[in-house]
């Protein structure tokens, strides 16, 4: 859905790019309401009211990524697509270096040099464009931030779209409010299809962020972080065959880099999360056999202080000669636990 997106924002022009970000917090604000409404989950409000803190990191997150989508839907619709793609492309490596630089994280050699290898498709991408790819720099680093603040936040998928969407409910409601007043929204004056297409842009919002968050539970991290570059391979597919936009040598050789960076984070990934797992099963196995060794320890003192059992049985006497061999008598090896 990600993916295929910049096929809808098209479809509702005239509407610019600010009245439809606009309905698109409007509207998702009303579908999550719903959302929580049906699952009724709404006990974390009182909850969030009460954390000043808290309140504040979401109008950062909301403010950031209100940016991202304005800055995506404008290049949508602006011709952009392969740009805007470069910048979703170039988004994991703008977030381990904000971990780097902010939460003072120590990468693995590997992750430098695709960090260093990214700079360089940026510096090959800046000569092509003979100016820096500022859109794919605005969308890589509103949606890195927008992630670092997701992750102090440490609230659910849905709630937190409703938390972020509501703070932003009121600027985008007086908003719409002053263009239709004004005479300049196409929201009522461009046809009821037009007006679906708006209303929906809350379902093409949220459905996404739904249906990621419940993925984030159910499948592991490592083929989750590799489903995310699906999104920005059809948006660059969408832009060539779709939106016939220019693929000059210099454009491609600026790819091809952050790609390259892409295939050595993802293989850094993958070895580190079997290097991992095979140490949490090496662990695992150790306490196992150190708590089977305890258990046996245990018992054993138990065993070794038993008393040998007493009758009063009398020995049988028998008559019978007692033969006598020159074959040397045999030595037991084993005690007996009595002994």
Known sequence: MWGLVPLYWPLLEPAGAMEILAHRMVWSLAF??????ALRRWGWIPELIRQPRKLGLIAVAATTISLNWG?????????HVVEASLGYFINPLVTIAMGVLLLKERLRPAQWTAVFIALAAVLVLAVGYGQPPWIS???AFSFA???LVKKKINLGGLESLAAETAVLFLPAFGYLVWLGVSG????????????????ATGVVTALPLVCFGAAAIRVPLSTLGLLQYLAPVFQFVLGITYF???MPPERWAGFSLVWLALAILTWDALRN????????LRLTAEAAAAAAEAATAATAPA????????????????DAPVPVTDAPLPVAEEKTAGR
């Open 71 to 79: 800055f995506y839907i404008w290049s949508v619709n602006t011709g």
């Open 145 to 147: 931030t927008y992630g």
């Open 184 to 199: 300049s929204a196409t929201f009522g004056s461009e046809g009821t299809g037009q007006m679906a297409l708006l209303a």
């Open 244 to 246: 016939h936009e220019a």
């Open 32 to 37: 999550v309401a719903i959302g929580l409404l």
């Open 273 to 280: 999360a079997r290097r991992t797992r095979a140490e949490a």
């Open 137 to 139: 720099l605005v969308l």
């Open 303 to 318: 065993q070794a202080g038993a008393p040998v059992p007493v009758t009063d049985a009398p020995v049988p006497v028998t």
